[in-house]
């Protein structure tokens, strides 16, 4: 009885290792093709971060050693003399990155108010000339930005806003892309659970805020960033409206450390240090922000 036992087992037992053996031997094909994978991602990502890199490790140099030729990847020596400079400097760079950074706040919280309304009705409701109206919206993001510029201008100083927040804040939100945007998104939502909610006496107002916004967190997210940096990044429209050095916002008012025949290179180096830390935190968070969103609310794309 044992003998039998130990001879019908004893073909499983000299399977389990030609299995084994088998996995083995696809899985170096697996690995090489991840190592190669990997390879080419952190290839790509030092090519994306070398610049940044750069800038960071610039702006720690002194003036002589950031001009050096050839140039040195690192600091030599070590100094945070840019950064003390800017600190101490008679132009108010704090206050230039708190208007900036008000400016940018602000003109956000406008358009994810102004665009969701706008995209909710363009993608959800049945209203005369809706594609007409829709049309008009996007037609106005093929013509260059430059060519608002006189116009909105001209409003801005009839409503007595120059030299004031509402300049740099308000011509920005009235863009169209933040409608398109998030009616592209609306339009593939699933209309099943807006049907369910006005079954159970929902309107229009309470599917918008309830069902339709928290479903689209990912894309109010995004649009969110994209809002945010336009403006935090915005050089020309600041220069004509806003005419105090004190209401000046980071971008235009870090020129002014350029000089028309010296460049201090750390200290612009620095200043870009500065300017860029609101944008990655803002990235970092929207980032994670949206791939919780998506798992959560179980949509696809």
Do not use: C
């Not at 007409?132 to 510029?149: D, H, N, W």
């Not at 201090?264 to 922000?289: N, Y």
């Amino acid at each position: 009885m044992t003998t039998s036992t130990l001879s019908t087992a004893a073909p499983a037992a000299s399977a389990t290792p030609v299995a084994v053996s088998g996995r083995r031997r696809r899985n170096p094909r697996r690995t090489w093709s991840k190592v190669g994978l990997y390879a080419i991602l952190t290839v790509g990502a030092l090519i994306i971060l070398l610049p940044l890199v750069w800038i960071v490790l610039t702006s720690f140099k002194t003036d002589s050693d950031a001009i050096n030729n050839p140039a040195s990847p690192l600091p030599n020596p070590f100094s945070i003399d840019a950064y003390q400079t800017l600190i101490n400097s008679n132009e108010p760079i704090l206050r230039w990155f708190l208007n900036s950074l008000a400016a940018g706040v602000l003109q956000t919280l406008i358009i994810l108010v102004t665009a969701s309304m706008g995209a909710y009705a363009l993608a959800r409701l049945d209203f005369p000339g809706k594609k007409i109206v829709f049309g008009a919206i996007v037609l106005t993001l093929f013509v260059p930005p430059v060519i608002f510029l006189i116009p909105n201008y001209l409003i801005v100083q009839n409503l007595g806003w120059l030299d004031t927040l509402w300049a740099i804040t308000i011509p920005g939100a009235a863009g169209a892309f933040g409608i398109f945007f998030l009616r592209q998104f609306f339009v593939n939502l699933p209309g099943e659970i807006e049907e369910a909610a006005r079954l159970d006496g929902a309107g229009d107002i309470r599917i918008f805020l309830q069902i339709i916004l928290p479903l689209s967190r990912p894309a109010l997210a995004t649009l969110a960033v994209l809002s945010f940096l336009a403006n935090w990044n915005d050089f020309l429209w600041p220069i004509y409206v806003l005419l105090s050095p004190d209401h000046e916002t980071l971008q235009p008012g870090l020129a002014v450390l350029q000089g028309a025949y010296s460049t201090h290179f750390a200290i612009v180096m620095a200043g870009a240090v500065i300017a860029s830390v609101p944008v990655m935190i803002l990235f970092t968070l929207a980032q994670r922000h949206i791939v919780e969103s998506v798992a959560a609310s179980g949509l696809k794309g």
